[in-house]
Structure formats: C-alpha cells, structure tokens
C-alpha cells in the first residue's frame, strides 16, 4: 500500500454532522472522477483508514473529501477536529464503480445521492467528459434538513461558475425528508412516480437512453436497484457497462 501523506490546507463545518476539507496532492496521485481510496490520520502508533470519495476532480491540484462526524467513530471522531497544517494519509490507489466508463452511452445522466454520498459527485460533474457522454447531467442530493444540502449554494451556481466544463447541461435537485420543503420526501418515491424527470429535464423515462449513479445508505441502494432491474435495466460494473452503477456511501456496522 503506498501511503502518502497529505497537508490540510482548509476545513469547512457544514453542521454538527458534517464537514469538508481540501489536502494538498502529492503527485503521482491517479484517480478516476467518481472513485473512492482509503484516507485516515496516524493516532498513537496506528493508522486508522477509511474508505472516502475524492470530492475534487482528478484535474485539480488539490484533494477534497466530505466527510460525516460520527461520535464515537474510530476515524471521524478524531478527524472532525482537524485544522489547516495537520497531516492527513491517502492511499494512492483509488477505486470504484461510480465511473462514467461503466455506463452505456446514453442521453440524461442522473446522479442520485443521500447524505455524504454527494462526495463522488462532486468530482464527476466537473469533469468536462461527463457532458461530452450526456445531454444533461442531473443531480440529486436528498438529507433529512435544509442545513444537510451541503455545498448547496455552490450546486445552484454551478452553471454559471464552471460553464465552460458544463455548457449549461447541469441540473440540481434537492428534496428534504424530515422538513417542509418544496420537494419533499425519499428521492425513489420522486423516481418512481416519475416526477423528479417532469421537474428536471421535463423528458419522461426512457430506459434505453438515461443512465443513473446512485450513491447512498444499502437501504436507498437495494431499493433503486430493485427498481431499475424490474423496468428491465441493468447494473454496469468495471468489465461491463450497464444502464446504471451503484456504490455504498457507508457500510452500516
Ligand atoms: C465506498 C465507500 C466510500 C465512502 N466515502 C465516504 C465519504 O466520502 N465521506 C464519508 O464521510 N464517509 C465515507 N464512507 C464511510 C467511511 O468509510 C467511514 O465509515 C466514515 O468515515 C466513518 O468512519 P469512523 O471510523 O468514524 O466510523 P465507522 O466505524 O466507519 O462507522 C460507524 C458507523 O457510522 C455510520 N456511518 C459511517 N459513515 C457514514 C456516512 N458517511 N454517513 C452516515 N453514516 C455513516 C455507520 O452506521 C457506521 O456503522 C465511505 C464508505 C464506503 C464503503
């Protein structure tokens, strides 16, 4: 495992529940927008890794991740207090199956996350390659409250900020599940009834020509899978492109 090991150059608290922060990038650093690698700090003696998506793209200078703060967690309980200057270990091998090259070319890409599994998203939609494939790229980002929509004000100005990366085919779209909200409710009800593509693209489901990520809890994941394999599509994965790939934004322990 080549570990090497990363300056923190700026942190972001979101909320109690969230936080971001951008490294430095020791090259050779190679990754595909979408993957993820594992990352963690040095604590008494021992390395503690986890699994984290690069939140950057893999033509910036700079690392980011997003990352949840879990109390008692091994890692984020320690990592939530992290500050500009403080040492961060990234695994140089990235992995992954949220990777454009795992979907059949299609027409409106829909990104679907819950919660931290915005983080790979972050990375694909700056990468002009995603607009080459795709008409229009979608993305969904579904949590409990409005102060979860991180990176919200950065998503709504998106078009206008990497217009030269998006050529105006981005979209986004939140829904809240806990709050009032104009969209509310689980982003698979939005699916199924079929009104997230009247209020994004306007452009009724077509399976031989959309595509979707999905990144969230098992729970949304199986649920998506199950609905997308019973309209009769499938599951893309690093030998075969499909109408759809799906990763995990945690593993429930
Ligand atoms: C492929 C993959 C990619 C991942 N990418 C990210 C990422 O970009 N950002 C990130 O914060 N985490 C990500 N995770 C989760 C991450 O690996 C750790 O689990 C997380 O950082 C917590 O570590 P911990 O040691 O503090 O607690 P752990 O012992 O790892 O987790 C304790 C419990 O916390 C809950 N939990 C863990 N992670 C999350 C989460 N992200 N959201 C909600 N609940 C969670 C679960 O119930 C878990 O059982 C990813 C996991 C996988 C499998």
Redesign the pocket.
């Known amino acids: 495992m080549a570990i090497k090991i990363e300056k923190v150059t700026s942190v972001k608290h979101w909320n109690d529940k969230?936080f971001s922060f951008c490294t430095t990038r020791s090259f050779p650093n190679k990754f595909n927008n979408g993957e993820?690698a594992m990352i963690g700090i040095q604590h008494e003696g021992k390395k503690?890794l986890?699994?984290?998506?690069f939140?950057s793209a893999n033509h910036e200078d700079q690392l980011e991740?997003?990352?949840?703060k879990?109390q008692?967690?091994?890692?984020?309980?320690k990592?939530q207090h992290i500050k500009e200057g403080d040492e961060i270990l990234v695994n140089s091998k990235a992995t992954?199956t949220l990777v454009i090259d795992y979907l059949l070319p299609g027409r409106n890409l829909y990104l679907i996350s819950t919660?931290?599994?915005l983080?790979?998203f972050m990375s694909i939609i700056k990468d002009p390659a995603t607009y080459e494939r795709f008409d229009k790229v979608i993305l969904t980002h579904t949590v409990q409250y409005e102060n979860e929509l991180v990176y919200k004000d950065v998503l709504e100005n998106f078009n206008e900020q990497w217009n030269e990366v998006t050529q105006d085919k981005f979209l986004y779209f939140n829904t809240l599940t806990q709050q009032d909200w104009s969209r509310k409710g689980r982003i698979t009800n939005w699916i199924k009834d079929q009104s997230l593509f009247e209020q994004t693209t306007q452009q009724e489901l077509n399976i031989e020509k959309d595509r979707f990520m999905i990144c969230g809890?098992q729970g949304l994941n199986a649920d998506l899978m199950d609905h997308f394999e019973s309209l009769g599509m499938e599951e893309g994965n690093t030998s075969t492109p499909g109408q759809f790939v799906v990763?995990?934004?945690?593993?429930?322990?």
């Open positions: 969230v993820f503690i986890r699994a984290y998506s939140a991740f997003i990352s949840i879990i008692d967690g091994p890692l984020t309980s990592l992954g919660g931290t599994g983080a790979p809890s990763e995990k934004a945690f593993v429930q322990r």
